[in-house]
């Protein structure tokens, strides 16, 4: 055999062993991801959570820690991709939803959660008058996209590469896919992400019938890449301007305070999506509001035809889930804390990673790591990033006892403490060392 020489067979190498260890070490999730592949295609139904040789398969969860099938316990900072907020069965979640239950979960007809939560967001998000809920944060684009369409009586929307909203409305990340060919037929129109200059032109371009500009604060799947504050504003400035509806996506960000990162951001949108965690972190959940000329469209009875139902959009699990989340769980301290150690750990990996291409973008409670000798800004930097080196890294975090998104994104947890992280800071600096040659 000719000997290994160049930085990326070696990193192949590495890779090689680490899945080999993994593979051998994992016999239980194995057998349960053969019997899977027939009847699933690729195994799973969730195309996110497949990696090869094959997926992990997940027991249970308690607090802060997840245990797999082959009975390997891990800190999880994966977090449900950001829906676990709480943590795994937080105790007043878990009792709402008991209570909840016990009570019958299938009654057909309105009941006394849906109120009481929509009043909690609407006094908590000042852009949002009036809100509805459905079963996901894509059913609530979706439904928010015709929602605006209807309002406006136009057709394009302006979304960013890079940008996703869900698997049917999934902008691309290496710069030319014009988007998936999975994505809901919308007149979508794909402006690059952060260039101000950009957004004006095609605005302009499409005025006379933009719909909507629709756009991540911070753009989770693609890496945990942040929007700047000036080009948030110009969105803000140019929707008014040619009177298109400015909606945010923050299906994932609205994690960074309890009025999500708008509200740390100071700029108001018309229309806002939210969803994972508010249905407890474990519940499926969706919500779109906004302006109460806009939502009214939909008020039943109302002239225009617009109408927004579903079986499941106020499930009365999901609701007393969302209740207490709102009541008693996500409060303003909490989601500061949260905030703040996001904050800290992400200043502790820039630390630990200097002199290393590793890279850490995100905020707050997100974050992504990266490796990569240049600058991570766009989704087409973090294409061009070392695949194969996250994914090394995510093997030997795995077999260290942590969970990520095989992606390197980190998503905190509200019950995760100080010294659980500083045990994966310390994991992350042994991984740059011993990893020395491949990361520097
Ligand atoms: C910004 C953003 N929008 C929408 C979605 C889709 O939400 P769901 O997976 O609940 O359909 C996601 C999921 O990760 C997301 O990150």
């Known amino acids: 055999m000719a000997p290994i020489t160049s930085k990326l067979e ?30 699933l295609p690729g195994g799973t139904t969730r195309n996110v959570l497949h990696f090869k040789p094959f ?36 105790p007043v979640i878990t009792k709402a939803m008991h209570d909840a239950i016990d009570n019958g979960f299938a009654l057909g007809g309105a009941n006394h959660f849906e109120g009481r939560m929509a009043q909690l967001f609407c006094s908590r998000f000042p852009s949002i008058d009036k809100i509805r809920f459905s079963n996901s944060g894509t059913e609530a684009n979706l439904t928010a996209l015709a929602l605006v369409k209807a309002y406006t009586k136009r ?36 402006a690059p992400y952060n260039d101000i200059e950009a957004l004006e032109e ?46 945010f996506d923050e299906v994932m960000t609205s994690r960074m305070s309890t009025g999500g990162l708008q509200g740390l951001l100071g700029v108001t949108p018309d229309m806002t999506t939210l969803g994972k965690y508010f249905g407890g972190g474990g519940q499926n959940f969706g919500a779109f509001g906004g302006r109460d000329e806009i939502m009214s469209m939909i008020e039943p009875g109302h002239p225009g035809g617009a109408y927004h139902s579903g079986t499941y959009n106020n499930n009365v ?75 090394l890294f995510f093997f030997d975090m795995l077999r260290r006892g942590f969970f990520l998104a095989q992606r390197g994104m980190i998503s905190l947890m509200t019950v995760t403490s100080k010294a659980e992280l500083e045990t994966f800071v310390e994991a992350v600096g042994q991984f740059l060392e011993e990893r020395h040659e491949l990361v520097s």
């Open 10 to 39: 070696k990193i192949a190498a590495a890779l090689a062993t680490a899945r080999a260890t993994y593979s051998k070490t994992n016999p239980k999730s194995f057998q349960i991801h053969k019997e899977s592949v027939g009847t």
């Open 55 to 90: 997926p992990v398969i997940l027991a249970s969860g308690k607090g802060s820690y997840l245990t797999d099938v082959d009975g390997h316990k891990y800190l999880d900072l994966c977090a449900e991709y950001s829906a676990g907020l709480f943590g795994h069965s937080h």
């Open 155 to 190: 057709n394009t929307i302006l979304v960013f590469r890079g940008g996703y909203h869900g698997g049917l409305a999934t902008f691309g990340k290496d710069g030319k896919v014009a988007g998936s060919v999975m994505n809901a037929p919308h007149k979508f129109v794909i």
């Open 202 to 247: 095609i605005v302009e371009e499409h005025k006379d019938d933009l719909a909507c500009i629709f756009l991540e604060l911070m753009q989770g799947s693609s890496g945990c890449l942040p929007a700047n504050v000036d080009f948030i504003k110009a969105t803000r400035a140019k929707a008014t301007e040619v009177r298109a509806v400015l909606m």
């Open 317 to 391: 699990t999901t609701m007393a889930a969302g209740v207490a989340v709102l009541e008693e769980v996500w409060t303003e301290k909490v989601a500061t804390e949260l905030y703040q150690m996001g904050e800290w750990l992400q200043d502790e990996l820039r630390r630990v990673a200097e002199g290393t291409i590793l890279q850490v973008t995100g905020v707050g409670s997100l974050m992504t790591l990266h490796f990569s000798s240049k600058a991570i800004i766009s989704a087409a930097d973090v294409q061009e990033s070392v695949a194969e080196l996250k994914e």
